[in-house]
């Protein structure tokens, strides 16, 4: 079974700092993607960034980046220089295998991130 | 290019009730999925079509839930009788193995408050 944790429940940080949120799974499968999402109180789920286990690099997307780290099975997602509007729980997820029709995802519980100004 | 569609936004019902969400996913998607989200939890899986067939229900409590994909297009999630325990946002997704990543796209959701 495969299982993803978030131990942060919130997070208050300072506009324009960088943050970093936590993120380790578990699964015993070879091939597997992480993703992170973003909820905003609005309540859709916006696609942030993704890592695939095989990827060498870890993936960027403007000012979202992923720390992947193989070996400890962590996947935590880095935020340079916050914005306001970056207010809103972040979810980590995972999908294994890759074959057709198992896009699925298992997502953790979630972080509060709340930035101030 | 469309979003995923969901209706209602909001729903209110009496416990024992019935409720119906309807999901209209990005046009050219084959997979279809319905998650469950509680207050302060992630998105639990329901459900997951593949055209108009389930690929995954095991999570889905078939006393009480039921979900079809007609002509593998736009779903409906039906709860009858509703409990107190099903408040929940009800999201629904799409994806297209030939997008991207493979992620999903998600609707802006369903929110069940039962009384």
């Known amino acids: 079974a495969q299982k993803i944790t978030q131990t942060q429940p919130g997070m208050f940080v300072q506009e324009k700092e960088a943050v970093t949120l936590d993120c380790t799974y578990d699964?015993?499968?070879?091939?597997?993607?992480l993703f992170w999402y973003k909820q905003p109180s609005s309540g859709e789920m916006i696609f942030l960034i993704y890592?695939?286990?095989?990827?060498?690099q870890n993936a960027t997307e403007g000012r979202y980046s992923l720390n992947f780290q193989k070996a400890r099975k962590s996947a935590n997602l880095v935020i340079s220089a916050s914005q306001l509007g970056d207010s809103a729980m972040y979810f980590c997820?995972?999908?294994?295998?890759?074959?057709?029709?198992?896009?699925?995802?298992?997502f953790g519980t979630g972080t509060r991130l709340t930035i101030i100004p | 290019e469309a979003g995923v569609a969901q209706s209602p936004r909001y729903k209110i019902i009496e416990k024992r009730q019935s409720v119906a969400f309807w999901c209209n996913p990005i046009?050219?998607?084959?997979?279809l999925y319905w998650y469950q989200q509680i207050l302060g939890q992630g998105p639990k899986l329901l459900i997951q079509?593949?055209?108009?067939?389930?690929?995954?229900d095991s999570q889905l409590p078939k006393d009480r839930f039921s979900a079809e994909r007609l002509k593998g297009v736009d779903s409906t999630l039906k709860i009858q009788p509703a409990k107190l325990e099903d408040s929940a946002v009800y999201l629904c997704?799409?994806?297209?193995?030939?997008?991207?990543?493979?992620?999903?796209?998600f609707g802006e959701g369903s929110r069940l408050t039962v009384l």
């Open positions: 890592q695939g286990s095989y990827d060498e």
């Open positions: 997820a995972m999908r294994v295998g890759f074959y057709f029709g198992n896009e699925k995802l298992t």
């Open positions: 699964t015993s499968d070879q091939s597997y993607g």
């Open positions: 046009s050219g998607h084959a997979t």
């Open positions: 079509f593949q055209n108009n067939g389930v690929v995954d």
């Open positions: 997704a799409s994806s297209s193995e030939s997008e991207g990543t493979g992620e999903l796209f």
